[in-house]
């Protein structure tokens, strides 16, 4: 992969991640497209190192696209950004020589989700066909057709053979190590830090979060077939640690907002019920079960 130098990336999205008051904005927007990524692949392929190893080169793909284009959810409609996202994942399947799904499968899976949102509308799947082509075009031509691809995942499936061999419980770790290197894509690091350093900087955050001073990191480096700069290590890691905390607060939230809703509904049922012949004690605790429904909201 061409790499960014350190001037050109910090004139683009690295140096505005770098600063409290839009690191939130620019987070709510790259998580929301980790997301829309993450159900196209895991949708439209049916083996899970399919879905995840072409997810990731879309995800290298938007990022691209994104610095290179001042890319933003809000400039689009519902269709448009399928039609994008159906695009970052072709792509992403030929940048790493998966070709077995076809631009009808990704037009089929746009036209249920068109569908879905608008039961009415006509979707022809030819349309979409050429839509796509066309949008993969622009892409391609704006990140001057840079398909290269390097996943921190070549390196973390060499370092599983040394995890194993170390005290730590390697099942829970490396399942640890894998959702935090996978949540690593929201953010561009791919564009500036070598593979082998977000997989060590990944590392290095569990190693400090549960105190498992064993794990040596300069043994890790030694394992790298390149050579690594700690001080990138460090810089990766400020950064992850950072998306982290704004993923977790994110949910937080996710999770009060959830509560709110179900006590509004559960107040409105003991509303309609109230005063009904064999309604239920309100003082006691509420029988009524709410399922929460996850909704993509795109738009």
């Known amino acids: 992969m061409v790499y960014l130098t350190k001037n050109d990336w910090s004139n683009l999205i690295l ?84 070709l077995k799904i076809k631009i009808d499968n990704i037009s089929f899976f746009i036209k249920q989700l068109i569908i879905k949102k608008n039961p009415n509308y006509k979707v022809d799947i030819n349309e979409l066909n050429k839509k796509i082509i066309q949008k993969e075009y622009d892409i391609l031509t704006s990140i001057g057709f840079n398909i290269e691809i390097d996943s921190p995942f070549h390196f973390f499936y060499k370092l599983r053979n040394y995890l194993s061999k170390s005290e730590v419980n390697s099942a829970n770790f490396i399942t640890l190590l894998n959702y935090i290197v996978k949540d690593s894509f929201i953010l561009p690091l791919s564009l500036y830090y070598t593979p082998n350093v977000i997989t060590i900087s990944c590392i290095k955050i569990l190693r400090e979060r549960y105190n498992l001073q064993f794990i040596n990191i300069k043994e890790l480096i030694s394992l790298s077939d390149y050579t690594i700069d700690e001080e990138d290590i460090d810089q990766c890691a400020s950064f992850i640690r950072k998306l982290e905390a704004a993923i977790d607060e994110r949910k937080n939230q996710s999770n009060k907002n959830k509560n709110i809703t179900n006590n509004v509904i559960n107040d409105e049922k003991e509303k309609e019920m109230d005063g009904v012949k064999g309604a239920p004690d309100s003082s006691g605790p509420s029988i009524t079960k709410v399922i929460p429904t996850i909704k993509m909201n795109i738009e």
Request: with cysteine; glycine share 2%.
């Open 15 to 98: 140096s505005k991640l770098s600063k409290e008051e839009s690191f939130k904005e620019e987070f709510l927007e790259l998580y929301k497209i980790y997301n829309i990524n993450n159900l196209f692949s895991r949708k439209i392929y049916t083996k899970a190192n399919e879905q995840l190893n072409v997810f990731i080169a879309a995800q290298i793909i938007f990022h691209k696209y994104r610095i290179c284009s001042n890319f933003s959810l809000s400039k689009y409609s519902s269709e448009e950004l399928y039609i994008i996202f159906g695009a970052f994942l072709f792509i992403g399947q030929r940048a790493i020589n998966i």
